[in-house]
Nanobody, 118 residues
Framework: QAQLVESGGGLVQPGGSLTLSCQVS????????WAWYRQAPGKQREMVAS???????WYDDSVKGRFTISRDNAKNTVYLQMNNLKPEDAAVYYC????????????WGQGTQVTVSS
């Protein structure tokens, strides 16, 4: 079982940037496809980006061109660089290891809050 600790959220104005980090412990980081998810109030949690061990990357259309996912296998950390943030990006952001067609591999962490407001 892995422990997931997200950080880097905060309050930013529209058009601003944030970089989220997810520190993973207790598992073999390199073998998993890691993903960022977000959940806005009253909405279901959705995946916004993923990255495989060989750096195959996927983005949801809503963030394509604005968000960049990356991973550092030496540090067991996955990142999400978010640029040109919009109010609709406001949510609690989580990371987890993707498991297609099923729930992600691990128990969710506490997430990190991103608020986009002027």
């Amino acid at each position: 079982q892995a422990q997931l600790v997200e950080s880097g959220g905060g309050l930013v104005q529209p058009g601003g940037s944030l970089t989220l980090s997810c520190q993973v412990s207790g598992s073999i980081f390199v073998i998993y496809v890691w993903a960022w998810y977000r959940q806005a109030p009253g909405k279901q949690r959705e995946m916004v980006a993923s990255i495989s061990g060989d750096d195959r990357i996927w983005y949801d259309d809503s963030v394509k061109g604005r968000f960049t996912i990356s991973r550092d296998n030496a540090k067991n950390t996955v990142y999400l660089q978010m640029n040109n943030l919009k109010p609709e990006d406001a949510a609690v952001y989580y990371c987890n290891a993707e498991r297609p067609g099923r729930d992600p591999w691990f128990t969710w962490g506490q997430g990190t809050q991103v608020t986009v407001s002027s």
